[in-house]
């Protein structure tokens, strides 16, 4: 029985190795290939040419929506400037307007009275009425004017003596009116060369919210203290 | 040499997707692929689809081929894969095919002579398997696999490989010693060259 085993073995190992190189090279006649199988490896290249196109024309659509943009964003500047000029000119004329109301009822009438000022130097009257260092500015006007170095101040003048010629009959007030003109016209060089921004001239409203934020506290803590003690 | 240089050339263009090289090496050895083929499957158009399937797979994923392997080798490996899984597909519509009529006495290893077959008297013999039969022969004689592969693969037990084994053997052996004694019995037919030169 063991021969008959080993010799089944030894045969098939000479079987199967028979049948191995038999049919390791063997051959047959292959059908011919399908499109499909060398187009499947071409879509990946055509979904890639569309791929480029579409970041083409995102490109295209990108580069012409730019100029557009820019102009866009040019004619908005060109908007925004001169808005902003208008806002800068208005937040002066807002903070003139309630400091107008804080000056002496003589000068404002004084500045009233006067119609033939022209629109800046009123403007810069304003100012330099509402800033804080207009009384040293009005104490070194008339210094300027012994002097009589500064031409453009020397034009105020004329402009204050025609003021006065214009209306004769206030001599005193048309005189006051005369300095604060000259003073204005200083305060306004000097608002030219140092530029102060909105900011600096909106720093006065702060100090009146924080004297009002102690009003509102105070009826918050009395009716605590005073109630149980 | 030059054609081992020419080959490690066409994988390169493959592996670059040029559709010409695919052609190309579709063209070399799709016949070899295809016979591979045809002892996986039931019929030339099963062989065809695993051919063509097979191919797809070699074109997508020949970028993972490493030269350290035959790359005859591994397109085979893949050819008979892709057979494994086609069989696998229509195992549930097949009704299971067997063998057992066919004794494996020691009476017929006795009278057994050793044959002399061709390859397509072989190739005859082994389309005449049932199909579980032949997967489990070409994958241990043929493609080397072991016992415990072809179980992996099949989804068998590894005795039911060796057993189909050893009935597809047997089974092949009596073929081709019928096919090899009717060709005995058959006298052949003097040819023109003989007769001239008697």
Known sequence: MKEYEVHGLESDAAFDERCRSLLEGRALEAPAPSDELFASNRRPLGLRLVGVAAVLLMATGVFLTLPDGEAATREAETVMDPSANDQTVEREAILAEPEASEVPAEISMESTEVPSLPAEPSAAEATAKSSPTNPKLESAAPASNEEGLDPLSLDAQEEGVMDVDAHPGNLENSEISSDDAEGALEDALLENDQTIPVQEQAEPEEPNSETEAPVLRLPLTLPTGGGNN | ?198
């Open chain 2, 1 to 198: 040499m030059a054609s081992s240089v020419e080959l490690v050339e066409l994988i390169d263009l493959c592996k670059a997707q040029k559709p010409s090289a695919q052609r190309r090496l579709y063209d070399r050895f799709s016949g070899q692929l295809f016979a591979t083929a045809i002892r996986h499957t039931n019929s030339r158009e099963d062989a065809e689809d695993v051919l063509q399937d097979s191919f797809v797979k070699i074109f997508k994923h020949i970028k993972s081929y490493r030269e350290d392997f035959s790359f005859e080798g591994w397109m085979r490996r893949i050819v008979v894969n892709t057979a494994i899984t086609h069989y696998r597909k229509n195992l549930k519509h097949s009704h299971h095919q067997d063998i057992d009529g066919i004794p494996a006495t020691p009476r017929d290893l006795e009278n057994r002579q050793d044959p002399e077959f061709t390859a397509d008297e072989l190739e005859f013999a082994i389309a005449q398997l049932p199909l579980g039969y032949r997967t489990v022969f070409c994958l241990y004689v043929i493609e080397g696999y072991k016992h415990q592969e072809i179980a992996e693969q099949l989804g068998v037990d590894v005795n039911t490989s060796k057993s189909q084994l050893s009935r597809a053997r047997k089974y092949l052996q009596r073929v081709l010693a019928t096919l090899s004694t009717r060709a005995q019995s058959i006298p052949s037919k003097p040819s023109e060259t003989e007769g001239l030169h008697k």
